[in-house]
């Protein structure tokens, strides 16, 4: 193996060279005192092997990459541009920096030189990295290839001009969706020539938002095929090779995918194009070693203040510190010794947090330091987020704290170490992230910072669940009604709907334009289904709840940034605190019919909590499981929630000053859930006392919702919960766990089939925890509506393990429906004992 490369001190004080990764990471841990590390995985490097240039590819391509240093293509690079120049649809499904772009560059561009009709639509789930594919297609210097940006930031005088006369255009597919589609008749021309449809990160296309965008880009196929098709041919229909006749005489374009490297990607890249994709999976390039650490912040002594409300929350003889905490002062480290760093951080408060801390311990050490840090999140304005990538790109920004907005692709060459403060709700993620460093082929480090949560408490004392182990299926359902719906009705608002598009859409398609037929929003002709208003469909592909909302500094009119709608009630309400790059501001009011919240600079010695409440109903059970006492459900619930309050709390100590009422809308949600019921009988068996009834489902819903995304890609604010001692629908012992989206995203199902592997791994964080009643780490959560009480730790491991004694292994699941008996009904609990009602929800 190359002996490790030094980490450079780059542009950075003047300090000695951290001399290897390993080398950094005894630093870091020799600042404290008990060693936070539990477990150092040392990936090693790999050797590339490369594989000649197609014959097709032009030698002035060949040139132009020559240029920019790509002497040959890396073999995975070569085997999927060879089946995407033949016509077949494909995913390219390899690791961070392994040069997936050149996959799709090259035929892409090869098609461009070789025929001048030809176009190229390339989609990007992020600005930036559109705009970052921008600069590399464009820094090729190809004649007639004309690439342009068309985003939301693209003035409008360059628009016409992008129509007319761009032959590559990058964009995402909100614009595919909100532009693109609907003005398709401006887009006639480029349409019918589309030879090529990039989808770049895929993977990052799940639940609500993927299931949304599958049915975009169907919408988008059968544009294709309206333009470009001769009388006759089917709107699937066979396509020549890209070699053989370039451009006019495909119904539907090529579709060229990108992902991390992801569970089953062939199968996923399918459901999300609704076309059969082969995939390129085995990676050939070379990759520089990664130390990689797992961390977890160290104990507080009893007796010493919080560094964070979270941490004073509980009522603890110990607690952690704060992941936050933690990472800021990690990042100041590495930036004091000379090392760029990303921090990644989960949420956008969080990254200014870990900004301004490390700002701070910075300045104090080297005064003027502290400039070198910075941080960056979604709803900073486009000026702001190109500069910051800049200065890093540089070496004017050392460290960086960004939520995972660069997390995907975007060419940060040069970074040396990534912190990683809490897990980042999938494997794929963790490895996206982790890969930020290294990106230049040298030696990296990178560090997980557990936060006091149960997954990842779970996770840093179970490094087999992260090592050596393949990542997650993507998880997207286009059949999702919610989705399915609306987009028909999109499809119809652009050209009318005919019987031959409901198969495009695939399964449902016929009940939802039934649907909205009745509602009165389509109406049926005998050339098929016409949209009957004026204006177009106001569909949200985020699955948000409303629109952005935009922050306005109330003395001056100055735009801060935005808030998505879902988010608002939460972080906007009045009397909020709200960070912007570093700067404190209090929220004065909050209109959410004009979509704005007013807000005043303040630094106060407080921060502020949402509290919420939430009820569920059972609509209706999909499929279920009888297991005895223990009974296990798939159905549609209706959650009703609202913000009704809000705590403020000493930021030094995390002391409750006072609980502040709100006046905002419940919101309702229809969605998917799985539950668990259980016997009154079997709990007393199992020792879990009536009184403790409440506190121990309460505490298994928790531990439960907080270990889902080891099974399912999505993360603790994509799913919600409810659990009482008696539940009118079940009337029994009942917990629920439910996805945060309209109609679901897939992840209560992912529950529900992997029910076992699941609750054993919720059982196992419970018990294993080292804390008496019940902490941070195993059964509290930071979003639970009824500030975590009642909780009960030992009553969940009884609960736990009832359900895994009676649960099988495998279960086949029974389906209720048409085919039932008109009279059966799901069992509630086999055993009807009633006790007295108390429901809790995160």
């Not at 994709?277 to 070379?286: G, L, N, Q, R």
């Not at 910075?374 to 304005?381: D, E, K, P, S």
Request: aromatic share 6%; charged share 20%; hydrophobic share 40%.
């Amino acid at each position: 193996m190359t002996p490790a490369a030094p980490i450079s001190a780059g542009h950075g004080p003047d300090r000695p060279p951290v001399a290897t990764p390993a080398e950094l990471l005894r630093r870091l841990r020799a600042r404290t005192g008990a060693d936070p590390v539990t477990h150092v995985e040392r990936v090693p490097a790999r050797a590339g092997e490369q594989a000649p240039w197609p014959g097709w590819a032009p030698e002035e391509l060949r040139a132009a990459f020559a240029r920019r240093g790509v002497v040959a293509p890396w073999r995975h690079q070569a085997e999927a541009a060879e089946l995407a120049y033949a016509g077949r649809h494909v995913v390219i499904a390899t690791g961070t920096a392994s040069g997936k772009s050149l996959a799709y560059q090259l035929p892409a561009l090869a098609t461009l030189l070789a025929d001048p009709r030809a176009t190229v639509l390339y989609l990007a789930p992020t600005k930036a990295l559109a705009a970052d594919q921008l600069r590399a297609v464009a820094g090729l210097e190809l004649a007639g290839v004309r690439p342009a940006c068309y985003d939301g930031d693209t003035p409008r005088a360059e628009r016409d001009w992008i129509r007319q006369h761009a032959r590559f255009v990058l964009t995402n597919p909100d614009m595919l969706h909100h532009s693109i589609l609907p003005g398709h008749r401006h887009w006639s021309g480029f349409l019918r020539r589309l030879t090529y449809v990039i989808v770049d990160e895929c993977h990052t296309y799940r639940g609500v938002f993927g299931s949304h965008v599958a049915h975009v880009l169907r919408r988008l196929r059968r544009q294709c095929a309206r333009v470009g098709r001769t009388p006759g041919q089917a709107l699937a229909g066979s396509r020549s090779t890209p070699g053989q006749a370039l451009a006019g005489s495909r119904s539907t374009p090529v579709f060229v995918l990108a992902s991390a490297t992801s569970g089953d990607p062939a199968t996923t890249a399918g459901r999300l194009t609704g076309v059969p994709v082969a995939a390129v999976t085995e990676d050939f390039s070379p990759r520089g070693g990664v130390t990689f650490a797992l961390w977890e912040p160290p104990l507080l002594p009893a007796d010493s203040p919080a560094d964070s409300p979270a941490e004073a929350a509980a009522d603890l003889t110990q607690v952690r510190r704060s992941a936050l905490r933690e990472t800021a002062d990690l990042l100041a480290d590495t930036v004091a010794a000379g090392v760029r760093t990303l921090a990644f951080v989960r949420s956008r408060k969080g990254a200014e947090v870990v900004a301004a801390n490390a700002r701070r311990a910075l300045d104090e050490a080297v005064p003027g330091l502290g400039e070198r840090v910075a941080a960056y999140r979604a709803g900073y304005l486009r000026e702001e987020r190109r500069e910051l990538e800049r200065a890093l790109l540089h070496g004017d920004l050392l460290g960086l704290a960004s939520t995972n907005a660069l997390e995907l692709g975007v060419d940060l060459v040069g970074l040396d170490a990534v912190l990683i403060c809490g897990w980042p709700g999938t494997r794929a993620s963790l490895w996206q992230q982790a890969g930020r460093a290294g990106r230049s082929g040298g030696e990296a480090l990178a560090v997980l910072v557990a936060r006091d949560d149960p997954l990842d408490t779970y996770l840093v004392h179970h490094p087999e669940a992260l090592f050596g182990r393949p990542v997650e299926a993507t998880v997207l359902d286009p059949a999702n009604p919610y989705v399915l719906a609306p987009q028909l009705a999109c499809a119809a608002a652009e050209s009318p709907l005919t019987p031959a598009d409901l198969e495009l859409f695939g399964e449902g398609a016929k009940e939802a334009v039934d649907s909205l037929v009745e509602t009165g929003a389509l109406r049926q002709r005998p050339t098929g289904w016409y949209w009957r208003h004026r204006e177009r469909p106001r569909v949200d592909l985020r699955g948000e709840d409303g629109a952005p909302v935009c922050v306005v500094e109330a003395a001056t009119g100055r735009l801060l940034g935005t808030v998505d709608g879902g988010s608002s009630h939460f972080l906007l309400h009045p009397g909020a605190v709200y960070l912007h790059q570093g700067i404190s501001y209090v929220v004065d009011s909050l209109d959410l019919a004009d979509g704005c919240a007013l807000v005043h600079p303040e630094e106060p010695d407080w921060s502020t909590h949402a509290r919420d409440v939430t009820s569920l109903s059972v609509v209706s059970v999909r499929s279920y499981v009888d297991a005895g006492p223990v009974g296990l459900f798939l159905g549609e619930v209706d959650v009703t929630s609202q913000v009704v309050s809000y705590q403020r709390r000493r930021i030094a100590s995390g002391e409750v000053i006072d609980t502040r009422p709100l006046d905002l809308p419940a919101r309702e949600l229809r969605t998917v859930a799985v539950w668990f019921t259980l016997s009154p009988a079997s709990l007393t068996a199992a020792d879990v006392a009536p009184a403790d009834v409440p506190g121990a489902l309460h505490a298994a819903e928790h531990a439960a919702i907080g270990l889902l995304p080891l099974m399912a890609t999505c993360d603790r604010w994509d799913i919600g919960g409810l659990s009482t001692a008696l539940h009118p629908d079940t009337e029994a012992p009942t917990v629920f766990v439910y996805d945060g989206h309209p109609g679901g995203a897939g992840f209560a199902e992912r529950a529900y089939r992997t029910a076992g592997q699941w609750l054993r791994a919720t059982r196992d964080a419970i018990a294993e925890c080292g804390c008496e009643a019940g902490c941070p780490s195993c059964v509290q959560s930071p979003k639970c509506g009824n500030g975590n009480s009642p909780l009960t730790k030992p009553g969940a491991v009884g609960v736990l393990d009832v359900v895994l004694a009676n649960l099988p292994t495998e279960h086949p699941p029974r389906q209720t429906g048409p085919a039932d008996a008109p009279d059966a009904e799901p069992p509630k609990t086999p055993e009807r004992d009633r006790v007295a009602a108390s429901g809790a929800q995160e």
